[in-house]
């Protein structure tokens, strides 16, 4: 038996674009590993009359389980619990051992901020300890308790905004007996992902429409295709009774793309590369992406066996004095072209004493274009110390921001291909 | 009078969690700025049903205008026009026009990707060109046209998935007479920011409550307050006609908070930082943050000018061999000290050749943390050449990726306070 289920994000911060939701995310993917079916995500202000609509919207949606993240909070605007009793038909009562525990959890703060005013924390305890009548109440992972509350057809789950607590939370929610009375009845599903580099999503649609034509039972496959950050994802989903339908797909998207697949396990470029390093250490020179390549290769916990470091030398200056780049050749060719990435790699290699180094210069915009180099126009080099060599040179679409990022996407693959062997003829 | 607006955001990738949704943000900043009231965003996958309950939905709740994005492309899964046209009783045609515009834009993808199934692509350019009876055609930026489409109540804004294109996009579809004749009825609406760092939420909330007793026409004033990279930002939208009160939260909040209130016309820390930057250069010296804090202070069009660069020194010999740290310092004090982000900063000075240096070293986790230096754990120094210094430490909160990002917060306001005339006591 299917489960299906909606997620309500609140918060006008959210409603408005301040701030991104991380939430709907998160919990979409805690779903998907349980095999429940979601079917809306909706987000709102922090107006109690749209809050309600929402959950009401999603109940005559047929859904068993509702998530709502956010309004826990002591304050005045923070109204999910309120309006989920009310939703719920349940009225709120207050809870004088979990306010205890609320106020207990507190004392290090007021002992932090001593100018705080102990009336107001007081208050907002107080507002926090209300618990619907039914409702089972999920320990506070900051100080905002979350709760399982039975409404008429579904069960509202309601989690607290903070995407660390609502993390912490999750464990004990999705392990809590309420939960698991609506959501053990979720099937067995299964996830799988391939992904491609270099590649338009229209090619992959191509192959997907042959499948059509070849695999049996590819109608019980819930297949998409994606693009992201410069890749394309094939994801599918499906009852393992149709694992052979996905492995034919899959045989089939390995034997038309070969050049191009690089992943079929859910390995990420990140994964592909950090197993690739092993026993090996890299570097990185960088210019236009102002470290966002180094923060890609450090951003894996135990990064540090595998990178030593990085020089971004904004300045023309900077690629001369910290990475030996001659200051006449980039007179001659400029500061972006293949022959300066060519000797920001070397310097890379020799200064941070790598195995590997990848630079990057390139013009992300809005100014700095030429003709004949317009934005977007980036020189991308990966070198071994054993002399192995790849280079690149692109245009790359989009504004500054997608520029920047999606210098990272190619230096990974560079980096992917020169690990796993490849190389340019020697010049 | 008050024009109310849905946004749908459509795409089982985006539902699925697997790719971060950018429209439904950016579509509300430009809601906010004709001052038209956004009061939901929901978001549903490739499915026809659930996008036409939305669509449903928003209807019932009494908007004027709703805007989706998404599922315009040539594929068999992008059926956002058929769902918006059975949902506005609207018969698709055709449009060879706007057939023969968008082959024309595909020409040079087909000469770039040789292989390409011309039947296919063809059947898909027919696809993008059917046009709802009635609706207006916005051009394409990509190779999708928008639409307009005149429901019974509300008027449907129909645009692209890639946030480039939508982008693009908007300017036509916000000058378009449909849309005009729709916005053009919505009120005249400002919006403030004031923006505060190292106070805890809690405080602002007390001094909002303190100003329902002593400010006139408080209620005419929507505020929100959120936290946001450890940032409090309190945000007011009012109309013309209450910016007296506007005014005097403002000044209440800037009496009673000081030394942590930072921004009060909608300047970002970024914004600040590269304004008392002016004529002087910055660079970084990273151990922990691995490129984030250069990142962010390359992340602004024109950093250029302030940014020389930066040197990432992940591992200790690192911190030695390219920043001059004494290894015996290292090894007497621990790479995460304030003695050593002190060396750094004076090392990234010298041989960046900068005016100011901010140095970070810390533990960002999963693992390395000890008893004493506990996960989280960070030293910050930032530096002038005429010997100002300011020094922090602090136990961050999260998991890797908050500590990393946060660490670039606590660097910017280190900056931000050193060049405004800050600094520590000689030793």
């Known amino acids: 038996m299917s489960v299906r289920a909606g997620i309500v994000v609140t918060g006008t911060e959210v409603l408005t674009g301040r701030v991104a939701d991380r939430n709907g995310p998160w919990i979409a993917g805690r779903m998907l590993e349980l095999g429940i079916e979601l079917a809306h995500i909706t987000i709102c202000g922090d107006r109690p009359r749209d809050l309600e609509a929402q959950l009401r919207f999603l109940e005559a949606q047929a859904t068993d389980l509702i998530v709502t993240t956010g309004g826990l909070g002591p304050t005045a605007d ?13 009225g709120l009562a207050r809870d004088p051992a979990l306010e205890a525990r609320i106020a207990k959890i507190l004392e290090p703060l007021l ?13 907002g305890t107080a507002k926090q300890a209300l618990v619907p009548a039914g409702a089972a109440v999920l320990e506070p992972a900051g100080t905002a308790p979350g709760m399982i509350v039975p409404a008429r057809r579904a069960t509202v789950v309601v989690l607290p905004g903070p995407p660390r607590e609502l993390q912490a939370m999750w464990p004990a929610a999705s392990a809590s007996e309420a ?3 609506v959501a053990g009845a979720a099937g067995d599903y299964r996830q799988s992902t391939l992904r491609l580099y270099g590649i338009p999503e229209s090619e992959i649609a191509e192959t997907l429409r042959r499948a059509q034509g070849t695999v049996e039972g590819l109608d019980a496959l819930e297949i998409t295709t994606c693009l992201r950050r410069g890749e394309v994802e094939v994801t599918v989903r499906h009852e393992p009774s149709s694992e052979e339908a996905w492995r034919a797909v899959a045989d089939l998207i390995a034997e038309r793309h070969p050049d191009t697949l690089f992943s079929t396990d859910g390995a990420t470029i990140e994964d592909v590369v950090a197993s690739l390093l092993r026993g090996r250490t890299v570097a990185t020179a960088e210019s236009c992406s102002g470290g966002l390549m180094a923060a890609r290769l450090t951003d894996r916990a135990g990064s540090s066996t595998y990178m030593t470091g990085s020089t971004i030398a904004y300045a023309n200056e900077a690629k001369t004095a910290l990475l030996g780049v001659p200051a006449g050749l980039i007179e001659a060719r400029g500061a972006v072209s293949p022959e300066v990435a060519d ?9 941070h004493g790598a195995d590997v180094a990848l630079a990057i210069t390139g013009i992300a915009g809005p100014g700095g274009g030429t003709e004949h180099k317009p934005v977007g126009t980036v020189c991308w080099c990966a070198r071994t110390t054993e002399g192995a060599l790849l280079a690149e040179r692109m245009r790359l679409p989009g504004d500054r921001r997608e520029v920047r990022d999606r210098c990272t996407t190619v230096g990974m693959h560079l980096l992917r291909r020169l690990l796993g062997g490849e190389a340019d003829p020697p010049a």
Do not use: I, K
Request: hydrophobic share 60%; net charge negative; no cysteine.
């Open 78 to 90: 923070d109204l999910t619990l309120e309006v989920v009793a009310r939703f719920s038909g349940r």
């Open 111 to 123: 002992a932090r901020w001593p100018d705080l005013d102990a009336e107001a924390v007081r208050a």
């Open 179 to 181: 939960f698991l009375a």
């Open 343 to 351: 000797a920001m790699a070397a310097g890379a290699l020799e200064r």
